[in-house]
């Protein structure tokens, strides 16, 4: 008996995210960007939406230390923190399928982006500079901004990273929208760049009051 036939609506909504699924199989979808890009909030929302385990790498790496990054930072210097990052990405990796939120400067190793390469889909979560300030500065835990010009360390670090984090697989705006918005537009590109015909459902639209 079909849907129809049986008084139910096939879901094609669910059907398109489960394929998303499928045809991913082991490998992970694997954010990046700048801070600020929306990596962790956007990461979370995704996994929810996909049915798919959400990981931090930030968090794991701390987990791994018993420090902050803050801390590790500090006490040892960034090319430490670089050296572990690299370790902990590799074994969360291989521990996939999930949506892999990665720290803004990962993606800027050539052994990290080719173990992405080889066990994930890349999205890069771009975002203008208005954007990005308007959301770090809402934090004070962010290591390579505690000069005393942020937003000159972060031209700068958008100058050196975008040209490498342009090679990701898939490229989606992070607007000042909400972050629904931007997971649809994810899933949109994922189920695109995967050749699966069935996109996910928008959200619904906020009524004005």
Partial sequence: MTPAASGHKKDDSRDG?????DVLGAR???????????KTAVGKRLAARLDLPFVDADSEIEAAAGQTVSEIFAEHGEAYFRQGERKVIKRLLDAGPQVLATGGGAFMNEETRANIEACGISIWLRAELRVLMKRVSRRGNRPLLAGNDPEKVMRRLMAERDPVYAKADIVVDSRDVPHEAIVSAVVDALAEKLGCKVKAPKPPSRKKA
Avoid at 17 to 21: E, V
Avoid at 28 to 38: H, N, T
């Fill in 17 to 21: 995210l489960a394929q998303i699924r």
């Fill in 28 to 38: 992970s979808i694997v954010l990046i960007g700048l801070m600020g890009a929306g």
